[in-house]
């Protein structure tokens, strides 16, 4: 593990959003899901195509709220422009559990 300056890690800019829409993703080379995120005033909605169904429906995912990496540049998966890393972590079967805050805060809050 290679070690990073303070610097690095505030360039990095993760806020949380809540998924305000979210569909399968069939067209997607592995299993995926398509998320709308709202990101607050300052930054807007943003879209995710997230590998999330080994724990997730698009159903269960609506009015969540999720962290995200906001400042990477767009991303084209298939038919699909994602805007935005949604952050999770592998379980023990390798399935992606995502990270969010553990009570209510206010969507573009930035993570410190």
Known sequence: ????????????????G?????????????????????FGPEIGERKAS??????????ALIGRQVLGVVNFPPRQIGPFMS???????????????LIAPDQEVAEGERMC
């Open 1 to 16: 593990m290679s070690e990073i300056t303070f610097d690095d890690f505030l360039a990095v800019d993760i806020r949380v």
């Open 18 to 38: 809540r998924v305000i829409r979210a569909e399968p993703f069939p067209e997607a080379r592995k299993p995926a899901i398509k998320l709308w995120v709202d």
């Open 50 to 59: 997230a590998q999330i169904t080994a724990h997730y429906t698009p159903e």
């Open 83 to 97: 805007e935005v890393l949604v952050l999770g972590a592998h379980d023990a079967n390798g399935g992606v559990v």
